[in-house]
């Protein structure tokens, strides 16, 4: 069982900055690909950023230039830099995590979120 636990949400004005983090904890064998979802209010979550075990990251084009996600192995820890916030950005914001279990089987896992809100 793996717990992510999201943290670094909160009000800021538009053009400002955050850093999400979110932190896996449990038993498991290893952590594979990590991302970051968000859902809007009265709209579908979608992927804002995701990064593989290996480091590679995609983003969505909505973001690209102004997040940047990245993740400490070590730590078992994942972060999204976001810069330059826009209003639209306002969302509750979901870690994401595909983990192998010690015997081997591949499981998902979500955190319960934290709200980023971006006043205008």
């Known amino acids: 069982q793996v717990r992510l636990v999201e943290s670094g949400g909160g009000l800021v004005q538009a053009g400002g900055s955050l850093r999400l983090s979110c932190a896996a904890s449990g038993s498991f064998f290893s952590i594979n690909a990590m991302g970051w979802y968000r859902q809007a209010s009265g709209k579908q979550r979608e992927l804002v950023a995701v990064?593989?075990?290996?480091?590679?990251?995609n983003y969505a084009d909505s973001v690209k230039g102004r997040f940047t996600i990245s993740r400490d192995k070590a730590k078992n820890t994942m972060y999204l830099q976001m810069n330059s916030l826009k209003p639209e950005d306002t969302a509750v914001y979901l870690c994401?995590?595909?983990?192998?279990?010690?015997?081997?089987?591949?499981?998902?896992?979500w955190g319960q979120g934290t709200p980023v809100i971006v006043s205008s």
């Open positions: 994401n995590a595909e983990a192998i279990s010690r015997d081997g089987l591949r499981q998902n896992y």
């Open positions: 990064i593989t075990s290996g480091g590679s990251t």
